[in-house]
């Protein structure tokens, strides 16, 4: 079963997910001479205090990012130690890392819009089949109410060898249907971004 952002972005209750997914990138940043970033083995990092979140996020990000490349942060910082930067930076040294993705959840929250009632053409009244051809497509649409979840993330990209910031993006997605959609659109529009800014190949 796929996993509902409910319980893989630790949401207390069920969302309510009814338009399509879209992803966009509200804002980023790039630190002043940096030209490109390649990393050779990448952390892939989820904070979250539920470890299940943190695993389930994670395990996408590696992923997208490609397994031979990308290590989930929970494979080796044990959720016991997640919070002690000093065990953590003694862990990631040990695992040869030498670059971290990192995503944290900023928000959800609900939007509701009003979609307000339509026909969709007006009929033929010339005759009485042109009439019943044309008038069965064209009744009246009721105005309904469309609830969209909306998701907003922070993600870092750090240079470990020189303990700094590279990148930075805030993104708000529109009612994902779960934690691969969610991470899989991210990942499109980071990656799309970061290679509009010739910062990726």
């Known amino acids: 079963m796929r996993r509902t952002l409910s319980a893989a972005l ?9 338009a399509c997914t879209t992803t966009r990138l509200l804002s980023t940043w790039k630190a002043p001479n940096v030209n490109t970033i390649s990393f050779t083995k990448v952390l ?6 539920n470890p299940a979140t943190r695993r389930a996020a994670e395990e996408m990000m590696v992923r997208e990012i490609g397994p031979e490349r990308a290590v989930a942060s929970y494979t080796i910082i044990p959720d016991a130690e997640i919070q002690d930067a000093e065990k953590a930076k003694a862990r990631v040294k040990a695992a040869g890392i030498d670059g971290a993705v990192v995503l944290r959840l900023l928000g959800i929250d609900q939007e509701v819009t009003y979609v307000p009632g339509s026909y969709s053409y007006t009929p033929y009244y010339g005759s009485f089949y042109g009439y019943w051809g044309h008038s069965w497509p064209a009744v009246y649409e009721p105005g309904y109410l469309r609830t969209d979840t909306v998701v907003k993330i922070e993600t870092l990209i750090y240079s470990i ?6 990148w930075a993006a805030t993104s708000e997605s529109v009612s994902p249907s779960g934690v691969d959609q969610l991470i899989g659109d991210l990942a499109k529009a980071l990656s799309s971004k970061l290679r509009s800014e010739k910062l990726i190949p």
């Not at 892939?44 to 205090?49: C, F, N, T, Y």
């Open 10 to 18: 630790l949401v207390g209750a069920a969302l309510a997910m009814t």
């Open 44 to 49: 892939a990092a989820a904070v979250s205090s």
């Open 161 to 166: 060898k020189d303990d700094a910031l590279l």
